[in-house]
């Protein structure tokens, strides 16, 4: 249905039909390019988005929630055109004890446990609906379960309240179950970060190092190898080296430099450099067990991939590549299918088959119509 702008009006909510801020809307970190928006709106509070959201189900309008659009697995890649809902005026915050209450449109103005390397330009809401793992993940996890209750406005035009294991209903579900306005997150203590750099003669030291001292379950809360070739796009020594960092005062001796000033600069790391050079690289991510990385590491470094590897909680290395579009292709052919594949436009490529099959069921029984960022799960 083509959306009508009278209607719109009437809503008296603000809202945008110019060119220029139907383009930007929808600029992002995405290779694929979608449909613009018809318009964008730009809601202050639930009342607002729910108004929307009941005259998008009225009038058969696809919605598409965004926040600071720098997901870069098709996220905000409009398939139908339709609205864009702008989350980013609604950034209320309401601190308790070890415990916030954010607005979705939040940037990450708290103690996060876990945050996206590019927290600079993410929101609250779309790192929660569109991320995973992040910085703080070796200690705490995936950015979900630091969650405690969701609001979001569902596709019923009701609110909603998801507690417990159920927040997975619109956890990287990429707002294609409802549109999520208000978190209660768990927060870190207001304790300094401790970083420090162990640097290595090359990749093979550095996979030993790395498998050992993860075996050895450190009290860390972020641990990154990163590979000679992205310190040369940001920041970092010249070698293959581990960043570890740690709440101060925890039981860690391990032996490096000083990291503060790479520590500080972390929003440079994959994802920062990444977006730094969008217009040259493509990347993708791949998540191995501890034992094989390595060979798959190795292989990638030889094609020439730029590479960096990320570690959990989940005794996974989480490998990043960049490269130009004939190294990936090469890199794709030698790895096959990822389990995360932050390429595939459907979300169903990316998540454990409970997590799917939640959001899956949650879609059937509620937005029979694929209106909620259409196109995004494959049934
Ligand atoms: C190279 C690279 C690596 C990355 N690595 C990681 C990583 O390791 N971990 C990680 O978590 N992220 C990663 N990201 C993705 C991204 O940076 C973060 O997930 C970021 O937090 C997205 O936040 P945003 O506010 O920009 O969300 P947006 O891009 O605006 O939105 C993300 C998705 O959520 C939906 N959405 C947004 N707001 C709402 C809402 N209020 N309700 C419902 N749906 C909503 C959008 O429709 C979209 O589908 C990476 C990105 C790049 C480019």
Known sequence: ??????????LDVHFSTSIEDRLNSVRGLDKEQGK??????FPRDEDEVLKVVELALEEHIPLVPR???VSSAG???MKKGGIMVDMRR???IQAGKGEVMVEAGSGYVFNARVYPTLWKHATVGGNFCGGSWGIGSMEYGLNWDQVLEVRMANPRGKMTTLRGGDVKVAAHAEGTTGIVTRLRLMTRESVPIVSKIIMFNGLEEAITFTRKLYEEVPPLYHMVLRSPEIAHLTLGPDKWHLVIAYQKGRDVEIQGEDGKVIWENRDKFFAGAYMENFNYFEYSTYHLPLESFGESLRKASSMGAISEVEFANDFKAHLDFMGTSDVMDKISAMMGKSSFDVNDVFINSRLSRDHIQKIMWYKRAYDKEDLFNPGKVKF
């Open 90 to 92: 609604m950034k209320g």
């Open 75 to 77: 996220g905000i890649v």
């Open 1 to 10: 249905m083509t959306l009508n702008v009278e209607r719109l009006k009437m």
């Open 67 to 69: 926040g600071g659009g």
């Open 36 to 41: 613009i928006p018809d318009a964008i709106v």
